[in-house]
């Protein structure tokens, strides 16, 4: 087998098994046959100058060693040619060749070749590439080969360019996926923040309203308060305004009734008979003090009236049972019944109106 263009191995001759020097030599005289050497064969064992695989139109030497080959032996070969310099010169190892080999082998063109252990193939150096390129078929080979290698590079290079827009997409939607996340992150964020200004704004004005209600309970209630001061103020005032006259009247009741006590103790009975009737006349301003005076509940209409004829009645009852002959007679007869008649009707009407 042989390798063209990217040295891929050509399906000639059937491969074996490279075990041995012998075997390395009879592969490397087949492969020379199929090249076009029809009479190649295996030099036998003698002085052979070096040589293993002779043809009328070649040379060639195989070396079945673990070490590469090197500059002098590639010499000894072209020795071993001598003047016969229309044979071509091969050379085949199974490990390679040195730099400095290549590039002798390269000068004087021979043709270096790398067996495998199942017996293919591989040109190492310019002149045995060229060589291959001579063969029939083998350029049409090659150019599809390389057609072939630009197609598969090609489609590599079409793959990788799709495993990088397919990474390109991947990496475009997982930062479009970011930014819509960090966009929903941010407007649930900026939702939160506009709820919690308005919990705050709210917040503040039913604290606002609060203290309103609070500054107008206090108000209304400090306003009551100094109603009700206003209020007691007034009805005390008006007490007092109310009880100042009824004092008088018991002031001057007492006054009169003491002067009546006197007259009466320091009197003649003729003087006594007259200051019956100032008696009288005091009772009945006491009386009437007392009643204005007192807080007697309730303070009516219907309930000053019967007290009025309550007063009426025990003044005359008074000026009767203290008044002496004459001022009995004074007002004895009519006067008297009219009195008593008129304070009945007081405290009547005073029963009716409470």
């Given at each position: 087998?042989v390798?063209?263009?990217?040295?891929?191995?050509?399906?000639?001759?059937?491969?074996?098994?490279?075990?041995?020097?012998?075997?390395?030599?009879?592969?490397?005289?087949?492969?020379?046959?199929?090249?076009?050497?029809?009479?190649?064969?295996?030099?036998?064992?003698?002085?052979?100058?070096?040589?293993d695989?002779?043809?009328?139109?070649?040379?060639?030497?195989?070396?079945?060693e673990?070490?590469q080959?090197?500059?002098?032996?590639?010499?000894?070969?072209?020795?071993?040619?001598?003047r016969?310099?229309?044979?071509?010169?091969?050379?085949?190892?199974?490990?390679?060749?040195?730099?400095?080999?290549?590039?002798?082998?390269?000068?004087?063109?021979?043709r270096?070749f790398?067996?495998?252990?199942?017996?293919?193939?591989?040109?190492?150096?310019r002149?045995?590439?060229?060589?291959?390129?001579?063969?029939?078929?083998?350029?049409e080979?090659?150019?599809?080969?390389?057609?072939?290698?630009?197609?598969?590079?090609?489609?590599?290079?079409?793959?990788?360019?799709?495993?990088?827009?397919?990474?390109r997409?991947?990496?475009?939607?997982?930062a479009?996926?970011r930014?819509a996340?960090?966009?929903?992150?941010?407007?649930?964020?900026?939702?939160?923040?506009?709820?919690?200004?308005?919990e705050?704004?709210?917040?503040?004005?039913a604290?606002?309203?609060?203290?309103?209600?609070?500054?107008?309970?206090?108000?209304?209630f400090?306003?009551a308060?100094?109603?009700?001061?206003?209020?007691r103020?007034?009805?005390?005032?008006?007490?007092?305004r109310?009880?100042?006259?009824a004092?008088?009247?018991?002031?001057?009741?007492?006054?009169l009734?003491?002067?009546?006590?006197c007259?009466w103790l320091?009197?003649?009975?003729?003087?006594?008979?007259?200051?019956r009737?100032?008696?009288?006349?005091?009772?009945?301003?006491?009386?009437?003090?007392?009643?204005?005076?007192?807080?007697?509940?309730?303070r009516?209409?219907?309930?000053?009236?019967?007290?009025i004829?309550?007063?009426?009645?025990?003044?005359?009852?008074?000026?009767?049972?203290?008044?002496?002959?004459?001022?009995r007679?004074?007002?004895?007869?009519?006067?008297?019944?009219?009195?008593?008649?008129?304070?009945i009707?007081?405290?009547?009407?005073g029963?009716?109106?409470?």
């Amino acid at each position: 087998m042989v390798s063209i263009g990217a040295w891929e191995p050509l399906t000639e001759p059937p491969r074996q098994s490279i075990d041995s020097w012998g075997s390395a030599e009879s592969n490397a005289a087949a492969w020379m046959r199929f090249w076009g050497f029809r009479d190649a064969r295996v030099t036998q064992g003698g002085a052979d100058a070096g040589v293993d695989v002779r043809s009328r139109g070649a040379l060639a030497q195989v070396k079945f060693e673990a070490a590469q080959v090197g500059r002098p032996v590639l010499q000894r070969l072209v020795g071993a040619r001598g003047r016969s310099v229309n044979q071509d010169l091969f050379f085949f190892s199974g490990v390679g060749f040195s730099a400095q080999a290549v590039e002798y082998a390269n000068e004087m063109d021979i043709r270096l070749f790398k067996y495998s252990l199942t017996g293919a193939m591989t040109p190492e150096n310019r002149s045995a590439r060229a060589f291959l390129r001579t063969l029939p078929g083998v350029a049409e080979r090659e150019a599809a080969e390389q057609a072939r290698a630009v197609a598969e590079r090609n489609a590599l290079l079409r793959a990788a360019a799709q495993r990088k827009a397919v990474q390109r997409a991947a990496v475009e939607r997982a930062a479009a996926k970011r930014l819509a996340e960090q966009r929903s992150l941010e407007e649930r964020a900026a939702a939160q923040g506009r709820q919690r200004a308005v919990e705050g704004a709210e917040a503040r004005a039913a604290q606002q309203r609060a203290a309103t209600e609070r500054t107008v309970v206090l108000a209304r209630f400090a306003g009551a308060l100094r109603a009700a001061e206003a209020k007691r103020t007034a009805d005390e005032e008006a007490e007092r305004r109310r009880q100042l006259p009824a004092i008088r009247r018991v002031m001057a009741g007492l006054v009169l009734s003491f002067a009546t006590l006197c007259s009466w103790l320091a009197g003649s009975p003729s003087i006594k008979d007259v200051v019956r009737g100032g008696a009288a006349l005091s009772y009945i301003l006491i009386f009437w003090g007392l009643y204005t005076g007192l807080s007697l509940p309730p303070r009516k209409p219907g309930v000053r009236r019967f007290f009025i004829g309550l007063a009426l009645l025990a003044a005359v009852i008074c000026s009767w049972a203290f008044g002496g002959p004459a001022f009995r007679n004074l007002i004895a007869g009519d006067g008297i019944t009219a009195a008593i008649v008129i304070s009945i009707l007081l405290m009547a009407w005073g029963i009716i109106l409470a």
